[in-house]
């Protein structure tokens, strides 16, 4: 039943795991607190990955009242207990809020019931509440032992064995509401919610001429409603951390009239719950309502959004954290020491770090105190980084000084799309162009890529014209380059389409695919010359990485292309180098999950049956992995980690073994370039074959549909913070050009901007070659490769898992302006 894995390439997977045994150890898993999607995939995470080591793993059923309570409550999971519940909301195990569990009575009786079972290892998912009472628990449990001997209800041996209690938690609340972790568990699919709800929303909205009052989740903390009302460029947000100046009233009042003006047929407002003003006193949807009606007369609906939050199937991003944050948790369980803190495993950028749990219940619960003190820019700045990162985006993209205001570069920036369309493409080009103008500059748009560029002005009139609907006014179809973004000092309304369209040709600066600039670089540089273009913003997948390097080399013949070049990545593949992330790569890998569980849906009540689906991604196998984490998939051929006959022989072996359990589905991804000769046809024929009398087979080619859709929440933020990044970027490298003609001729001037460990840097291309394998088509090194174990084990095979880059406690960061 166990495949082995070493003929995985050297290098990703590095050794681990022998020393670490859970042999004779017993760990207590429990939820607690409200309850957050992705839940499941944390305990489906703690009970495999202590199976896998060897312990015994506890379900404590109720939260705190299960362990208080005993009995039934608390009892031994194995390896099928948790199948099928990767794709279910909520909690399994059920949550609950317990009093008894605030008193020592209570906790004495709680310690007991775990000792019954010889529990001493506690992994609790909740909320900073739920932390809180497990740090204390940990801390009174020599004390509690001791009164249980005296009670007579444990002997002495006892209190010597179970000596001490090791605690690890995971956050597991929607709101991201705990300092110490970028991302806690259930906040991805909230926004998914909420991001749905909007969608909903605008177009209802936009045929009446609407303002909407959004509320969302976030009694103490605003993320929720920054975040969304950056997906979906609200006119106004209210945060409980950053409450609007006095005069608000009117501000507001204006900023929505400005934009009705502008023809924009639809206002939305985003509240947090818990929204204050300064004198901390909330600030309610219905109030918000009652002063759009009164001073503006606006047809005004108010919406609250409420459990809805908390509801619906997990998204990819919650289940892959909740998976890596539990496989951690035991981890950390098992190299506790007596004087190791209770710790929490948390997200920093992409990698998993533990941190002292108190130390984040004292910062979160620091950002409350400067809330009631009303410290405001405190609260912002001990948020973190991201929060303020975001608020200030959201500023920027959102408020706009009137045009005499602007004081004017006469610069020319271009903004052109390369490659297949990626979900929030849309929202890149929106931010940059806004970005842009703010900044001075005259915005152009390139139409049909390089293609379209090499062009120019001559090009046909574009088809799309018609079906641009709102945005046809701010890039007009009717040639390849045209001053339509200079048209955009008024912002005009296009909310709507840039959110909402995929990257879609209707729908956007339009690309088109394959044309590398190489062969018109004289007409490329021509186009250059004719609209003085200064610098030029690239989006696009690894075709516009090429293109890049391909301008960057023709600086010596050309020098039109002496100017700043960045690219950000924009590619459901993600195989861009210089970024761990492209934009669109979350939205693919949504609804290839999506479409994975529907798959393994349809097969309720019928035989034992094995899917295989295949995934795009050229050669790089991201989607294929990381769909096949999220999907709790049984393999996933990459072309990464090369396999053979004896690979798919041991996996149709362990599929043979699965169906002898209660677990009678199997699903099997592959990449669409992992293999030559294994296609997908022949994959499917050799399981069919091989599976004959255990199971039947069926096969599924996903295609485009992963390059559709509506962004997730993810790409649309990311499009938009990391191109406004990027055109902050070429306004300084602007500036450092003014009056003088500069010509930019260094490295540093031809840039891709990506995210790496969280960090936006800027990457030369002329460096990133030596990263580039280039016959694929990837980058040599791929962050994720390291997450691949933890699929294998997860389904039961036996694998390495590399903890290189865990096991350290770190300490909680404040992010200092
Ligand atoms: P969350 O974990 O989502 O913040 P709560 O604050 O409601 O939610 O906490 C959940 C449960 O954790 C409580 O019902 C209680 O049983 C336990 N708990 C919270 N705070 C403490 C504490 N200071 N001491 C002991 N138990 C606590
Ligand atoms: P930032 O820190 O870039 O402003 P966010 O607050 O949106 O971003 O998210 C915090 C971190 O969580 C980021 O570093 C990002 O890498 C990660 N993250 C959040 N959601 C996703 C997702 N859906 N897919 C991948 N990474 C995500």
Known sequence: MDADDSRAPKGSLRKFLE???????????LTSGGDAQGMNAAVRAVVRMGIYVGAKVYFIYEGYQGMVDGGSNIAEADWESVSSILQVGGTIIGSARCQAFRTREGRLKAACNLLQRGITNLCVIGGDGSLTGANLFRKEWSGLLEELARNGQIDKEAVQKYAYLNVVGMVGSIDNDFCGTDMTIGTDSALHRIIEVVDAIMTTAQSHQRTFVLEVMGRHCGYLALVSALACGADWVFLPESPPEEGWEEQMCVKLSENRARKKRLNIIIVAEGAIDTQNKPITSEKIKELVVTQLGYDTRVTILGHVQRGGTPSAFDRILASRMGVEAVIALLEATPDTPACVVSLNGNHAVRLPLMECVQMTQDV????????FQDAVRLRGRSFAGNLNTYKRLAIKLPDDQIPKTNCNVAVINVGAPAAGMNAAVRSAVRVGIADGHRMLAIYDGFDGFAKGQKEEPCSGRESLGADASWIPGKASLREGCRQLPVLPPVELPVFQGAGDVSQGVREKRSVLPGKYLEEIATQMRTHSINALLIIGGFEAYLGLLELSAAREKH????????MVPATVSNNVPGSDFSIGADT????ITDTCDRIKQSASGTKRRVFIIETMGGYCGYLANMGGLAAGADAAYIFE?????RDLQSNVEHLTEKMKTTIQRGLV???ESCSENYTTDFIYQLYSEEGKGVFDCRKNVLGHMQQGGAPSPFDR??????????MEWITAK????????????????ICVLGISKRNVIFQPVAELKKQTDFEHRIPKEQWWLKLRPLMKILAKYKASYDVSDSGQLEHVQPWSV
């Open 19 to 29: 020393h670490l045994s859970g042999a004779g150890k017993a760990i207590g898993v």
């Open 368 to 375: 409350q105190k400067a809330m009631d003190e009303r410290r």
């Open 559 to 566: 020098e039109e292309f002496c100017v700043p070049m960045v």
């Open 588 to 591: 693919a890998l949504n609804t």
């Open 641 to 645: 980690e090369p396999f053979d006959i």
């Open 669 to 671: 991804l592959r990449n």
């Open 717 to 726: 933020n990311f499009g938009t913070k990391i191109s406004a990044r990027a």
């Open 734 to 749: 602007l500036k450092e050009a003014r009056g003088r003609g500069k010509k930019f001729t260094t490295d540093d001037s």
